[in-house]
């Protein structure tokens, strides 16, 4: 019975090491979502950049940008 127990022991150690890892791991490359702006023609450059109130030049989404962010332009 004593090497059962040392087993189950060093499993659930083992285990328990292997779920830090994977959390720590997948963390580490969680992404993050970035904002998206918004770019139609009949937009105005004073709006935010938001579908409900898109930039008109694709210049200001340009300097609205970060990175990890992403510029929708409508035709």
Known sequence: MKILE???????RNASVFRLAV???SAAFSV???QVFHVSPSG??????????PFR??????TAVTPGDTALVAD
């Open 6 to 12: 040392v087993m189950i022991s060093s499993f659930s």
């Open 23 to 25: 959390f720590s791991l």
């Open 32 to 34: 993050v979502a970035g």
């Open 44 to 53: 105005n450059d004073n709006n935010p950049g938001t579908q409900a109130q």
């Open 57 to 62: 030049e694709i210049r200001k989404a340009i």
